[in-house]
């Protein structure tokens, strides 16, 4: 697996209403982007911070994994998984994990937002961390 950069760090909050205007007027970074991930059951905001971006995750409903996260949490947000830009194709990449035992939750890619194809890693195989790995957008 040819991993290029660090694509994005995605925070779970509760409100993008409310999240985006801190990021935007306390750390001064600009909102670039707001989209709905259907399927996920998820609306996203995107920064850029350097060669990174950092996704705020809202969910949509209450059984999506970021709801679920936020309950988890006392209703607070936080830091909800890293994605790994992938030089040489996510499911290149899913396969080379599995075959060195690594439990998956997507057994192939899917689209995520900013239509890029992803796939998770399962934390209990991850040392604890959600690993996202994602198509280089620069491909």
Do not use: W
Not at 57 to 80: P, Y
Not at 111 to 139: Q, R
């Amino acid at each position: 697996m040819d991993i290029s950069h660090i694509e994005h760090i995605g925070i779970a909050v509760p409100s993008l209403d409310e999240a985006i205007p801190f990021y935007e007027n306390m750390l001064g970074l600009k909102c670039f982007a707001i989209e709905e991930v259907a399927d996920q059951k998820v609306r996203t905001a995107f920064f850029k911070v350097g060669q990174t971006k950092l996704e705020l995750l809202e969910g949509t409903d209450e059984t999506s994994a970021i709801s679920k996260f936020i309950a988890n949490n006392g209703g607070r947000g936080g830091v909800q998984h890293i994605a790994f830009a992938i030089e040489d194709g996510v499911q290149n990449a899913l396969d080379e994990v599995q075959e060195k035992g690594c439990r998956v939750i997507d057994k192939a890619p899917r689209k995520g937002a900013e239509g890029l194809n992803i796939a998770f890693l399962h934390p209990k195989s991850t040392v604890g961390t959600l690993i996202e790995l994602c198509e280089d957008p620069n491909k």
